[in-house]
Nanobody
Framework: QVQLVESGGGLVQPGGSLRLSCIAS????????MGWYRQAPGKQRELVAT???????HYADSMQGRFTISRDNGKNTVYLQMNNLMPDDTAVYYC??????????WGQGTQVIVSS
């Protein structure tokens, strides 16, 4: 089992920045993928960015350039730096840890609201 706890969401004005954090605990050694998804009201959950293995990263096309995923293995933490936020980025952001397809865990989510 893996437990994931997100933090860092909040209200930010358009053009602003936020950094989300996700702390993993439990059987983290078996995790092969760890990253971020988001779900906006009325929309399906979508990939934002993820680590593949320890170092490779993959971003959704629309997130490339504004969002940066990073990690601190010593703290079992993955971060998502979000810059130049836009109202369309308003969503609940979820941390995800996966061993393989069908074996994954989700955090409780952290709300990001981009509004003036």
């Amino acid at each position: 089992q893996v437990q994931l706890v997100e933090s860092g969401g909040g209200l930010v004005q358009p053009g602003g920045s936020l950094r989300l954090s996700c702390i993993a605990s439990g059987n983290t050694l078996r995790i092969n993928y760890m990253g971020w998804y988001r779900q906006a009201p009325g929309k399906q959950r979508e990939l934002v960015a993820t680590f593949i293995g320890d170092r490779r990263t993959h971003y959704a096309d629309s997130m490339q350039g504004r969002f940066t995923i990073s990690r601190d293995n010593g703290k079992n933490t993955v971060y998502l730096q979000m810059n130049n936020l836009m109202p369309d980025d308003t969503a609940v952001y979820y941390c995800n840890a996966k061993i393989t397809a069908g074996v994954e865990w989700w955090g409780q989510g952290t709300q990001v609201i981009v509004s003036s």
